[in-house]
Structures are given as structure tokens and as C-alpha cells.
């Protein structure tokens, strides 16, 4: 039971980490009104993904995503799993880079970024090596930290709320389905790390709903927000929407007169833990690929944060960067739909005994 509290906060976490900053852009983008259904839309397709994924994976008892992909075939594992740990090495890589851009303007105005960025991938590759236990005792960790500088925030913005700078609305026919963005907006789901843990812990559907829930009014937040103090016409001249409104909201009554402070101290817990499950990720999946041991995952770990690290040290200007950043999650989208069909699709044949299994 705890193991289950601890991965519901890994994926509340990492939800977090990648839904402050560009996730609200892309909703303003995708429509000037019912701004809920398309997060609704978003939320709903992600647990439909994660009903399919795991359903997929109780095929396979304490086998984990890549034991299932080397179940297909040597081949079948490369196929699918290299392009998927190319492009989380970019996500890490923007990822890091992207937050401490925000940093570095809430905190840090005169530190050069490569030193932020330096420190937290120091913490976010320690984190990794150490393994799956680390990961999820330090999640708890900065669960109890993070949320209440989440829900802190959230209500702390009410006292800036013009409520007729927002009409709930219903778009009909939702044509921002069809739009690529939506595409991209899919990205933000992030639950695929669910499947690597499987082989340590049994996942139910049931459990997950609570922390689905909490991301999805998370997600409905950071998009109402700005839009409640702002509304639509400025919100979608920002850069960083919700960074704006909690920079408008005037706490003097607090020992610390800039929400935006609590905002900084947030994105610091979630972009360390959301790298660190990252990197374990790649880590795992090349120990397994190339039959290394345990320790031996440590270096590919290392080796490839070196390489996400130089890669976003040398990114030239943040346009460029989001530019990237959005590419980046279209990919994992695709990853999110290719990856739970083609495990539970297996597995379904698996159990009818229409396909065999390759010996490893």
C-alpha cells in the first residue's frame, strides 16, 4: 500500500513539473473559450491510455515494459524503446534547461544558468542512481513539500479574481481535436514510467484514479488562473501565463511579499524528482537491452545526462527552447499511444495463445 502512495505521487509529481509552464499556452491556443473541455478532453484520453496500459501489463505478472518488449523480440525492443530513450533525453535535457530559465528570473537574475543547471542535474542524477527506493521515499518527501506551495498558490490567487473576465462556454463540434497542438497537449500525460515499476509492485486502475483526479483539477488550475485575473485577450500575450499571475498577487500581509517565490521553490522539487524518474528510466532500459548489471546502469545513467546536459547548455535562446520543448512531447505523445496498444494488444494475443514468447 505505501509503495502504491508513493507511485501516485511520483505521477502527481512529474504531472506537476511539466504542466506549469508551457501547458497553459497551448490551451489558449487551442480555443478562446470552454477552455475546461479541452483539458477534460486531455484528461479523459489519459486515463483511457492508462486503463489500456495497465490492463496490458496485468498480462504480464512482475514483468515490467521492457521484459514484455524483449518477450516480442530482441528487434521489437529496439524498435520501439530506441526512439523512446532519444527523445527522453531531449525531454530532460528541455526540461532542465526551460525551469531553470524560470529560476534563474524569479530567484537568480545574475547567476549564469549553466551553474543552476549544473546543480540540479547533480541532484537529479544522484537521485537516479540510486535506484527505484530513492526515487519513491524522495517523492513522499517532496510531495509533502511542493503541494502546499501548490494549493498555497492556488487559493492565494482568488483574492485577484475578475469573474467576468471568463464565460464557461461548450464548444460544439470541438474542433481543436483535429488541431496539432491537442496532439502535443497529450504529451503532458505522463504515466508511461508507470509501466517500469511493475515488475516491483502490482498496479490496479483503482488506485490511480485519486492522483488522475488530482492532476486533472491541477491542470484545470493553471489554465483558469491567469485567465481569471487576466483574461483572455492578455493571457495570450505571456510567456509564462501562470508565473505572470502569481507575480501580480500582492501578499505583503506574509513574511515573503512575492507569490512567485513559493511558485520557484515548487518548480525546484518537481523538476529534480521528474528528471530523476527520467534517467532511471534510460538507465533501465539499456541495462536490460544490452544485459548489463544492476551497478553497470549507473554508468549509462551518467553518460547520458552528459549528454542531455550538453545538449541543453548549447540550446541558443527560450524560443528556440519551447519551440523544441513542444516537438519533444509530441514525440512522447506518440509514445504514450504507440507504447500501452502494442503491450496490451501482446498481451491480449498472449493469453489466447495466438503468439509465443521469444526466450531472452
Known amino acids: ?154 487559493f492565494s490567487s482568488f483574492i485577484n479574481f475578475d469573474l467576468n473576465n471568463v464565460t464557461l462556454g461548450w464548444n460544439s463540434p470541438p474542433k481543436f481535436l483535429l488541431n496539432k497542438n491537442f496532439f502535443y497537449l497529450l504529451g503532458f500525460s505522463s504515466f508511461l514510467f508507470l509501466g517500469f515499476m511493475t515488475s516491483d509492485t502490482k498496479l490496479t486502475f483503482r488506485k490511480l484514479f485519486v492522483a488522475w483526479v488530482s492532476v486533472s483539477l491541477f491542470f484545470l488550475s493553471v489554465v483558469y488562473i491567469p485567465l481569471f485575473i487576466f483574461g483572455q485577450e492578455t493571457v495570450v500575450m505571456l510567456t509564462h501565463p501562470f508565473l505572470e499571475a502569481m507575480d501580480s498577487i500582492d501578499i505583503s500581509w506574509f513574511s515573503f511579499n512575492r507569490q512567485t517565490v513559493f511558485f520557484g521553490v515548487s518548480l525546484v522539487g518537481l523538476v529534480i524528482l521528474a528528471n530523476a524518474v527520467i534517467l532511471w528510466m534510460i538507465g533501465r532500459i539499456m541495462q536490460k537491452m544490452f544485459r548489463c548489471s544492476k551497478g553497470e546502469s549507473s554508468y549509462w545513467i551518467i553518460a547520458f545526462s552528459v549528454i542531455a546536459f550538453i545538449f541543453a547548455l548549447f540550446v541558443p535562446n527560450i524560443t528556440l527552447m519551447e519551440k523544441w520543448f513542444l516537438w519533444s512531447t509530441g514525440a512522447q505523445a506518440y509514445s504514450m499511444i504507440i507504447i500501452p496498444f502494442t503491450i496490451f494488444i501482446y498481451g491480449f494475443l498472449s493469453k489466447r495463445g495466438v503468439v509465443g514468447h521469444e526466450k531472452k
Not at 505521487?9 to 501547458?23: E, R, S
Not at 521484459?67 to 526512439?83: E, N, Q, S, V
Not at 524569479?106 to 537521485?127: A, E
Open 1 to 154: 500500500m505505501t509503495q502504491r502512495i508513493q507511485i501516485g505521487a511520483v505521477f502527481i509529481i512529474i504531472n506537476l513539473g511539466f504542466g506549469y509552464l508551457v501547458y497553459p499556452n497551448l490551451i489558449y491556443e487551442l480555443t478562446k473559450t470552454a477552455h475546461w473541455e479541452v483539458v477534460m478532453c486531455q484528461c479523459f484520453l489519459q486515463l483511457i491510455l492508462i486503463w489500456i496500459y495497465i490492463k496490458g501489463l496485468n498480462y504480464f505478472p512482475e514483468n515490467d515494459v521492457i521484459d514484455i518488449y524483449l518477450k516480442m523480440g530482441r528487434w521489437a525492443a529496439i524498435l520501439f524503446l530506441t526512439p523512446f530513450v532519444i527523445n527522453l533525453i531531449a525531454l530532460v535535457a528541455l526540461n532542465i534547461r526551460l525551469h531553470t530559465e524560470v529560476i534563474i528570473s524569479i530567484f537568480l537574475p545574475r547567476t549564469p544558468y549553466w551553474s543552476i543547471m549544473t546543480l540540479l542535474f547533480f541532484i537529479s542524477v544522484y537521485t537516479a542512481i540510486k535506484g527505484l527506493g530513492t526515487i519513491l521515499r524522495s517523492s513522499i518527501f517532496i510531495f509533502l513539500i511542493v503541494i502546499p506551495l501548490v494549493v498555497f498558490n492556488i
